[in-house]
């Protein structure tokens, strides 16, 4: 980003071009001690101006010194564009006006000063403007960067929010299955145990034959619940690992080799929908911007980590910069307590690396 000129500059330059002026005048016309002082005192207190933010009354302390000097020299009526020109700059423009007014009392060169007086007067408007715009351009920008800051601020806290409800939602349904389990399954295979076991010592044949009829049907009716059970858990679409494998088959641009290893069972839905994201954004940005005609993808989970990492073999310009899918992604990845990392030395290789939690 450009980094824009600052008003203050030529704020700054103008103020000392005047003294430069008034230095002009004083060399061509007599060379009075008195004009000297005069614009000494003036050179004084453009000085402050520069480094310090004088109050606006400080203004009368330049407009007192060259009412002053009006008997004396001819150049304190010239050394009044610096009080106008401050006046106005500040938004006090009655006041500036005022002073202009002075060049109607008996002055030489009345013409001149007219002038002199006029280009001042336009220039500390035209300051005042300037500056204020630029204080409304910064008050624009500061609030557009704490709004980016918050909104990133709402994303984190969203994916925080989205973590922790996978998280419940899986613990609800591992207590919904246990649950069930117990109260369907466990009893009915309690039952059959006990009956097994007083089998053992009944004598009568026809008391014998029906815990045996009881123990076929708890086992018929354990089974089927276990079957529905497996079916009503089994997904309809594919997830977690399945569902990458389903993507780079349908990746036909370019070449894909994937590798995995560890338990996938281990890997979180939501750590899933991150790395799914990660390997569509690669491919995407492959079949797009890359001349490659290879991309190794492996996968590795292991107890403490899992780790997806893409490297394709094509050129790059090694110093562009990464868009806006490729910094959401980082940020998502943070959140969860990981990191993703992108490397152009040698072709595009991304490494996402999310740390598992334990004890869930």
């Known amino acids: 980003m450009t ?27 007599d060379f009075v001690h008195s004009s000297f002082i005069l614009i000494l005192l003036l050179l004084m207190m453009t000085s402050l101006r520069w480094r310090f933010p004088l109050p606006i009354w400080s203004n009368v302390i330049d407009v007192v010194i060259c009412i002053l000097f009006f008997p004396i020299t001819d150049i304190s009526y010239f050394g009044l564009a610096l009080p106008i020109f401050e006046l106005a700059m500040k938004g006090k423009w009655v006041f500036s006006l005022f002073l202009f007014m002075s060049l109607f009392t008996p002055s030489p060169s009345s013409s001149l000063i007219f002038w002199f007086f006029l280009q001042s007067l336009l220039f500390g408007i035209f300051s005042f403007i300037s500056v ?95 079957r529905d059970y497996v079916h009503d858990m089994t997904p309809i679409t594919k997830f977690g690992g399945e569902r990458l494998d389903t993507i780079l088959q349908n990746f036909q641009q370019i070449e894909t080799v994937y590798h995995k290893s560890g338990d996938m069972l281990n890997v979180p839905a939501y ?80 490494v996402c690396v999310i740390p598992l939690e334990k004890g869930e």
């Open 271 to 350: 750590i899933w929908e991150l790395l799914e994201s990660c390997l569509k954004e690669a491919l995407t940005n492959v079949a797009r911007h890359s001349n490659a005609t290879k991309v190794d993808i492996e996968l590795q989970v292991t107890e403490a980590i899992v780790r997806l990492s893409i490297q394709d073999n094509g050129t790059i310009n090694k110093n562009s910069q990464s868009g806006s899918g490729l910094r959401s992604l980082q940020m998502r990845s943070r959140s969860l307590g990981g990191s993703l990392s992108i490397n152009r030395e040698y072709g595009f290789l991304l």
């Open 3 to 29: 980094k824009l000129v600052e008003p203050m500059l030529f704020v700054n330059s103008w103020r000392f071009l005047m003294i430069a002026v008034l230095i002009y005048l004083w060399i061509i016309g």
């Open 132 to 226: 204020k715009n630029q204080e409304m351009y910064r008050l624009e920008v500061d609030e557009q960067r704490r709004a980016r800051y918050e909104l990133e601020r709402l994303k984190i806290d969203l994916l925080t929010a989205t973590q922790s409800a996978s998280h419940q939602a899986e613990l609800m349904e591992r207590y919904r299955i246990s649950r069930e389990l117990h109260d369907h399954l466990g009893h009915d295979l309690t039952g059959a145990s006990l009956a097994l076991q007083a089998y053992e010592y009944v004598k009568d044949p026809v008391e014998a034959y029906a815990l045996l009829e009881e123990v076929k049907n708890r086992l018929q009716r354990s089974t089927k619940h276990l």
